[in-house]
């Protein structure tokens, strides 16, 4: 039997829909800029987020460090939460390519608020880097999907005017926050300078992710995606997977959402495993294994004998994400995988 993959959102199959219309995808050279499919998803979701204009990137690590460059200077310094993904999982792109570091703060759920920032912003002087952008992350992966609050974000947009520094959002799966909410996209992109849109997590694109801002900075934005490596010839074939993701796949993730709610509050009665529910806010749910006297690797690999594949996410801790290609049928499958597991790990103790 198939096994059920909840190791991430970026697992997912396109659709034969999808896929047709990808085969159908008007073409051409998006590097002289005339992908008529690329320049529709660029403009497509400029619009939605409120924007200027797009730039189709080949990942959401290139968006965000094409972000980062353009708005930074080498020996500067960016303001972000401990655990924002700019920082941890992005092979340490930052400091190599823009020669910038990070000032980290803590907070509840990935979130930071406006006073931690006021206070982290450098005064000016030649003895300190210079603060030179905050970044957020919306929804926050490492947080368990946890969505960052509307009213601290303006708070905080209220501090970098103060400031003259710009805002960039990491909202990869941003629009699981939307759907969530009932927050339109262009109003949580209102406090930022820059956004990135990733189209192959919970949207189910195979490829790519969109950075929004300013035409200025978008023009800019194509000279750092140019030193990166990322122009791209006919890349229509790509994008029109995109546009048929905002056009079909938005609404449905409420059906993640509760298939992750199902999953968490089935776990977390385990002897043995943990889910803090308030965290369990969309698609994403943390998984806490010291109960079970095993290392989260050890779980990991049980679970798999039983049909279930998640991703070992640091010390003790499991990581499960439901998408389009889980279905509430596999989510009880994986519940009973669970109840396998803990059922064996509990027979070997007594």
Same mark, same amino acid.
């Given at each position: 039997? &198939?096994?059920? @993959? ?17 085969? &159908? #995808? =008007?073409?051409?050279? @998006?590097?002289? %800029? ?6 529709? $998803?660029?403009?497509? /979701? ?38 924002? *993904? ?40 030649? *003895? ?8 957020? =992350? ?7 999907? &946890? ?15 103060? *400031? ?38 919970? /949207? ?6 969109? +950075? ?33 993701? $905002? ?6 993730? #409420?059906?993640?959402? #509760? ?13 043995? $495993? ?7 806010? &969309?698609?994403? /749910? ?7 006297? +095993? ?7 049980? /679970? =798999? =004998? ?23 049928? @596999? ?12 059922? @064996?790990?509990?027979?070997? %103790?007594?």
């Amino acid at each position: 039997m &198939t096994p059920i @993959d909840l190791r991430s959102d970026t697992v997912t199959q396109p659709s034969d829909a999808m896929r047709q219309a990808m085969f &159908t #995808a =008007e073409v051409g050279d @998006d590097v002289y %800029g005339e992908d008529p499919t690329v320049n529709r $998803l660029q403009d497509e /979701l400029a619009a939605r987020l409120g924007k200027e204009a797009g730039l189709y990137m080949a990942s959401g690590t290139m968006s965000n460090q094409v972000a980062i460059n353009a708005h930074t200077h080498h020996g500067q310094e960016v303001i972000c939460h401990r655990w924002n *993904h700019v920082f941890n999982f992005e092979g340490g792109t930052a400091p190599a390519f823009s020669g910038v570091g990070f000032n980290l703060l803590d907070g509840e759920y990935g979130t930071i608020t406006a006073e931690q920032v006021e206070e982290t912003i450098r005064p000016v002087s030649y *003895h300190y880097p210079q603060t030179a952008l905050i970044c957020l =992350e919306n929804t926050h992966n490492k947080a368990g999907g &946890t969505i960052f609050p509307l009213e601290e974000i303006e708070k905080i947009h209220t501090v970098a005017e103060t *400031h003259g520094l710009p805002m960039h959002l990491d909202g990869a799966r941003l629009f699981n926050a939307v759907v969530a909410t009932g927050i339109g996209p262009a109003d949580w992109a209102a406090a930022f300078d820059t956004v990135s849109i990733c189209l192959s997590k919970g /949207l189910g694109a195979p490829v790519g992710s969109v +950075l929004i801002g300013s035409r200025d900075f978008i023009d800019q934005a194509v000279w750092v995606r140019k030193r990166f490596g990322g122009a791209m010839r006919q890349a229509g074939i790509l994008a029109a997977a995109g546009l048929f993701a $905002l056009e079909n796949n938005i609404d449905r993730l #409420a059906e993640d959402h #509760a298939n992750a709610r199902q999953l968490a509050e089935s776990v977390n009665a385990m002897d043995g $495993l943990n889910v803090d529910l308030n965290a369990v806010q &969309t698609n994403i /749910l943390m998984i806490n294994t010291a109960g079970t006297g +095993l290392s989260e690797e050890e779980v990991r690999v049980r /679970l =798999e =004998e039983h049909g279930v594949l998640v991703h070992a996410f640091g010390r003790d801790h499991l990581r499960a994400v439901t998408h389009l290609n889980v279905a509430a049928d @596999d989510i009880s499958r994986a519940i009973e995988g669970f109840e396998k597991v803990t059922a @064996d790990i509990r027979s070997a %103790g007594e």
